[in-house]
Structure formats: C-alpha cells, structure tokens
C-alpha cells in the first residue's frame, strides 16, 4: 500500500483491482490476484477517497470538488461542481453509471459518471456521512450524522424515507438484497449492525 499508510481504500465491483489513496495524495491501483501495481498517480493532499466506475474512470474524492479521470491519463479530468462544504462521503452504483456524493453543506446529489452532469439533488437535516446506492439501483441509502439511515428513490421526486436506528452517526453504509429483504450493514460508534429496512427490525448485532 503506499507510504503514510492508507487514506481511502476502494474495491472495483468485480474484486480484480484496489485503489488506495495517502496522506500525501498517491493514487495506487493494484491486481487483487497478482498485488502488481498497475498505477501510480499524485493526485493531491486533499483527496480523501477513491472508486472505480465501470468505463473504468478512476473518482478522487476531494474538496471542494469531485474529481473523474480516465486511468489511462493523468489529463483531461472531469470536475463535478456543485457541493458548497467539505465532502463526507461518495458511492459509485452497481452498474456504474451513476455517482452520489453528500457534503456539509447537507446536500446529496447523484451524477452521471460518464460525463460529471448533475442528475438529482436534495438537501437533509441531518448531514450524510456514509452512502450506498441498492443492488438494483434504484435507490440510494444515507448514513446520517444523526444515526437515522435515509432511504431515496432518487429518480422520483420524494421526499427520502427516515429510519432511526442508532444513537450514534452512521460511519459506513452498505445495502443488500438477500431473501426478498432489503438489508442494510453499518457501522455506528464501532458498533456493527444488519438492519432490515422493509420491516424496520434490526436482524443482528455483530
């Protein structure tokens, strides 16, 4: 991994290849197989997060701005213009496609990852400090500062559901499908928890 140690770490949907970012602000892809590194960029000191989307365009997550690049170039980057305050977090879908990313200044906003337009924005009380789009796609989960967890089916116009389900802010944010139930993991106060989100019951604590 690089030097200083690791800031953002970030798998590519397939598990082949790592992107890990320092304090420093070295990129590293690595072949999950192989450990060969593949890249090796300096991308700046105020990146804190990285993921791969599918046309293989690398995302820095930096402030104030997000950042896409080819992986073949260290030129012709794309910057999302937007957010007004320091970002908290960012997920790529499933497929791909789209990016969300959250700020303090309490906006989420989704973006087509291939070319950096703005799809959809919204503001929430509570700041988002963890993201995670569904398996499908359709919807994308918030982690709140609050310790609610705010489910948005972003491509229509409403409002995002509101669930609380932890005393503390929700850190990390991963959704499933498993059995016909919509699942979330996350992490709060590092305390780690499955909760069902079709019936509003936590499955377990880990």
């Known amino acids: 991994l690089p030097d200083n140690g690791p800031r953002g770490v970030s ?19 690595w072949d999950f197989a192989t450990q060969e590194e593949l890249m090796n960029l300096r991308i700046g000191h105020e990146t804190l997060q990285v993921a791969l989307t599918a046309d293989d365009r690398w995302l820095a997550f930096c402030y104030p701005t997000l950042r896409l690049m080819p992986c073949h170039s260290e030129f012709s980057a794309i910057y ?17 496609k789209l990016i969300a990313s959250s700020s303090e200044d309490n906006s989420v906003r989704v973006w087509d990852a291939s070319n950096g337009v703005l799809l959809q924005s919204i503001q929430i009380e509570s700041q988002v400090i963890s993201l995670s789009f569904d398996p499908l796609d359709k919807l994308l989960l918030c982690g709140c500062q609050d310790g609610s967890i705010r489910t948005w089916e972003f491509a229509s116009q409403n409002e995002p559901k509101s669930t609380h389900v932890h005393h503390a802010p929700i850190s990390y944010l991963n959704v499933l499908h498993e059995g016909g139930r919509l699942l979330a993991f996350f992490e709060a106060s590092d305390e780690k928890h499955i909760w069902d989100l079709s019936s509003e019951t936590m499955v377990k604590d880990l």
């Open 11 to 29: 798998a590519t949907r397939n598990n082949k290849r790592i992107l890990s970012v320092n304090d420093k602000g070295a990129l590293k892809i």
């Open 80 to 96: 999302l213009y937007g957010h007004t305050g320091p970002l908290n977090s960012t997920s790529v879908s499933h497929n791909g």
